[in-house]
């Protein structure tokens, strides 16, 4: 009996996709390192530039998280916003800076440039992964380095959170290819945890990296399914909290009412004209400006706007359809990183801003090489002109930058360029004549105050204009500066300003009432007890003047000087030892002769006599004038 043949059903086996390649060949680097260095390259002469007054001050300067380095400070970095903006990771490089380098700018801009590079890289990287082979993806980091919509994200300081979420950002998108690429290794996705996390503390733009990857998963044919949702819940609630966050902080500094003049139709359609120009500026960089202020009334070309929306719609619909991948992941990837800052809620003082464009452009970059390098290999009689166009556009670019960088040089050459764009906004005046007030340029920053009270009556613009009055030594057009800032705008400083400029003429009681008031409306303002301090010291209420400085203390622990003063109000109010611990702070925080003389003496008074005369030689030895009288009392 012949036997019967048995056909076993071969097990269906699921083919993974490849392992991803780690590592860079070395003929890899070489174009790679031409890119990185064209790139810093046109950032470079950054270094030699200075800070600009438009929020450098808060970040940097005036922050008072960055004036020592220690853990209370930095608790303070991570548990507070500057201005609305909840970017703690960033404001944290801000701060190592300045504890090794101090307060050099240079320092800072060449970290943005370096941070930028890196971004430059990590993109190389991810654009490889998803398919681009070595010279279109050479040439897609090229773009993504030198366009012209860099030069804010790069060369203004206080926008190193650009650069900074996003070399986290990219890297967080490469570790997610390369997870889909290995198999599904879960080192890979706590990678992509961590690198979100960071990425989200550096600037919360950073929200929409979940929404990101459901584009790379269209880009890579992934099937589309719950599954590809389910897996990106833990992204979605970090994206939720971090956004939640960031519209708390934007509404506590009431940074969301600057579209409050439109209606809920025209924000909406300010935001479609924003999308629409972003486009449009990837392709043909024009009017770059570091301000795109809005204007009074909505020009008739604004509301053209949902036209050219609908047939960017109908055009991705038909894309979809026809699984045109890079167009529709493009298109895609720009739109979840886009929409989040269109300003439909206006947090900013622009309807457009070239810093947001900074991830966004990475999805128009990739479709537009993807396409440009399918046009070259066609073999279409029109290909052979894909090279010289890409290199014309290339060099446009370049150039483009390089004529716009020196844009950030300083506050004066900022304002003035915006000035050349727009003459009928008060910021740009106001901020410029800040710049000349700096310099003493008094006669320049006095043009620039009127024009900018002239176009808008703002309180804060006649308090600046009332301080520059002040600092020429004219008490009384600060005064009545003063007076139209506090009737425009009521507020503590105003009051505590008006009271300094009554008691360099000698009016203490009205210095006094000034400050009291002051005080009560902003009872956390620091230089408002400190002014006080000085009056109650001028009509000799030494305890109220301590009183006052001890709460200025409280809120600015770490002033050398004010604790020196302190320590001398004790003095004279006959308690050495306290005197003693405020000049043991003082010397603490900073090292000055006067203070080692001060704390000589209450040495002395309280019979240390060893560590009196060792505080006077150090005192000495650094410059102290010590009278003979005062030298015989050591004997």
């Not at 270094?47 to 438009?54: L, M, P, R, S, T």
């Not at 681009?132 to 380095?145: C, D, E, K, M, Y």
């Not at 900074?164 to 080192?187: D, N, P």
Request: charged share 15%; hydrophobic share 45%; proline share 4%.
């Amino acid at each position: 009996m012949a036997k019967k043949k048995t056909h076993t059903k071969k097990a269906s086996v699921k083919k993974r996709p490849s392992a991803p390649e780690d590592r860079i060949g070395t003929f890899e680097w070489l174009p790679l390192l031409g890119v990185l260095t064209v790139t810093i390259a046109c950032f470079a002469r950054t270094f030699g530039y200075d800070f600009v007054n438009w929020d450098d001050d808060f970040n940097i300067a005036e922050n008072p998280n960055l004036r020592y380095f220690d853990w209370a400070n930095i608790k303070g970095i991570f548990t507070s916003h500057v201005i609305g903006n909840y970017n703690p990771l960033t404001i944290f490089t801000f701060a190592v800076e300045n504890h090794f380098f101090g307060l050099k700018p240079g320092v800072f801009h060449a970290t943005n440039v370096l941070l930028h590079a890196g971004c430059v890289f990590f993109f190389y990287r991810l654009v490889r992964l998803l398919g681009l082979s070595l010279w279109p993806a050479v040439v897609a980091a090229l773009i993504f380095g030198i366009h012209p919509m860099r030069i804010e994200s790069v060369a203004w300081v206080t926008e190193r959170k650009d650069v900074l979420f996003g070399i986290f950002y990219l890297a967080a998108l490469v570790q997610y290819v390369k997870w889909y690429k290995s198999g599904y290794q879960r080192k890979y996705m706590i990678w992509i945890l961590v690198l979100f996390v960071l990425s989200l503390l550096s600037k919360i733009q950073a929200v929409a990296l979940p929404l990101s990857m459901l584009a790379i998963d269209f880009l890579l044919a992934r099937k589309i399914q719950w599954k590809l949702l389910i897996e990106k819940i833990p992204y979605f609630i970090l994206s939720l909290a971090f956004g939640l966050l960031g519209i708390y902080f934007l509404s506590q500094q009431g940074s969301l009412d600057s579209t409050a003049q439109y209606n809920l139709l025209q924000r909406v359609v300010v935001g479609m004209h924003s999308f629409v120009i972003y486009l449009i500026k990837f392709l043909v960089p024009y009017r770059i400006s570091p301000l795109y202020p809005y204007p009074a009334v909505l020009p008739w070309y604004v509301y053209i706007s949902p036209v050219m929306i609908a047939g960017i719609v109908w055009l991705f619909w038909k894309a979809w359809q026809r699984r045109w991948r890079p167009f529709v992941f493009g298109v895609a990837f720009f739109t979840v990183n886009i929409a989040f800052v269109l300003q439909v809620v206006g947090a900013g003082q622009g309807f457009l801003a070239d810093r947001f464009t900074y991830i966004p452009y990475v999805g128009l970059i990739f479709t537009v090489v993807s396409y440009g390098d399918q046009w070259r290999r066609s073999g279409h009689h029109r290909s052979r002109y894909a090279i010289p166009i890409t290199t014309i556009w290339l060099l446009a670019l370049i150039a483009q930058t390089w004529i716009h960088v020196p844009i950030w040089k300083h506050s004066g050459a900022l304002w003035t360029h915006v000035l050349n764009y727009y003459q009928n906004t008060a910021l740009p005046y106001r901020n410029r004549a800040q710049y000349y007030r700096d310099l003493k340029q008094y006669d320049l920053a006095l043009a620039d105050y009127d024009r900018s009270i002239a176009l808008k009556k703002d309180g804060d613009v006649i308090n600046s204009r009332a301080r520059m009055y002040f600092d020429q030594q004219k008490w009384r057009e600060a005064i009545a500066d003063y007076n139209l800032a506090i009737e425009a705008k009521p507020t503590g400083e105003f009051y505590i300003n008006r009271g300094a400029a009554y008691a360099m003429i000698g009016n203490m009681q009205n210095a006094l009432n000034d400050m009291t008031e002051g005080l009560r409306l902003d009872p956390a303002f620091p230089n408002g007890y400190k002014n006080r301090s000085l009056v109650y010291q001028s009509l000799g209420q030494i305890e109220n003047a301590q009183s006052d400085l001890l709460k200025y203390l409280d809120l600015n622990p770490y002033d050398a000087d004010i604790w020196y003063e302190s320590g001398r109000l004790y003095r004279m109010l006959n308690n050495e030892r306290q005197a003693l611990t405020a000049f043991d702070r003082a010397i603490s925080l900073a090292q000055k002769g006067v203070y080692f003389l001060e704390r000589a003496k209450s040495h002395l008074v309280l019979g240390n006599k060893t560590q009196a005369r060792q505080d006077l030689q150090t005192a000495e030895q650094m410059g102290a004038q010590i009278d003979p009288q005062t030298r015989a009392q050591f004997q």
